[in-house]
């Protein structure tokens, strides 16, 4: 397996730790979103959508959008598990992992910031306090959602709500976000992060980090 990946995407983190947690082996290739990479006619041809992550499986067949490349890797190497098999528990997983990846990210993504300074004349400053806004929605979302615990989200094990949730902390810190009004979301980057294969998929552990 390939997989195209920017290493401070918050969403090829997701995938990088879904992958690390089934114990499947990849090799992992750049695409360095910051210079337009993504746009070139070489990653056209992988993804049509310009995104990453991008999962090519050996066959050559190709797998896009984070959530979906997670759920297929659920389905061919089902541990550990990524939902539940209960209805109900599935259910709110997902509505916790979507409330990040639907409702937060898409709006804070390097394609919208870039309209909001194209087109609208935002500052570096107002994208910061954009990123922040929707982060803030979100996450207050959260807490009204998860119940409590003492590690995980929804249990003693790392789902994709979590993936989903660690990985916007990142971002999270990276713009300055306060996450002290939000215990449950602190609890669960803290426990996600003292899970080796998660660990090892957060962006300061790739060997691009701090480049672009």
Not at 117 to 137: L, P, Q, T
Not at 183 to 190: D, N, Q, S, Y
């Amino acid at each position: 397996m390939i997989l195209h990946s920017y290493w401070r995407s918050t969403t090829s983190f997701r995938v990088r730790a879904a992958l690390n947690l089934k114990g499947v082996s990849y090799t992992s290739v750049s695409v360095d979103l910051p210079s337009g990479e993504q746009h070139g006619d070489a990653y056209r041809a992988i993804n049509p959508g310009y995104g990453v992550p991008a999962l090519v499986l050996d066959d050559g067949t190709v797998l896009t959008q984070s959530l979906a490349i997670i759920d297929y890797l659920d389905a061919i190497y089902p541990e550990p598990p990524m939902l539940s098999s209960d209805p109900v528990q599935r259910a709110r997983q997902l509505a916790a992992a979507l409330t990040i990846a639907t409702d937060v990210h898409p709006v804070n993504n390097l394609r919208v910031l870039a309209e909001l300074e194209g087109r609208f004349g935002a500052s570096d400053d107002d994208k910061v306090s954009w990123m922040r806004h929707w982060m803030a929605k979100g996450f207050a979302a959260l807490e009204a959602l998860l119940p409590g615990g003492e590690s995980f989200a929804f249990g003693d094990a790392p789902d994709l709500a979590d993936l989903c949730i660690v990985a916007q902390c990142v971002n999270a810190h990276r713009f300055g976000m306060p996450l002290a009004p939000y215990p449950k979301v602190t609890r669960i980057e803290a426990a996600c992060l003292s899970v080796p294969e998660i660990a090892a998929a957060a962006p300061d552990a790739q060997p691009e980090a701090g480049v672009g």
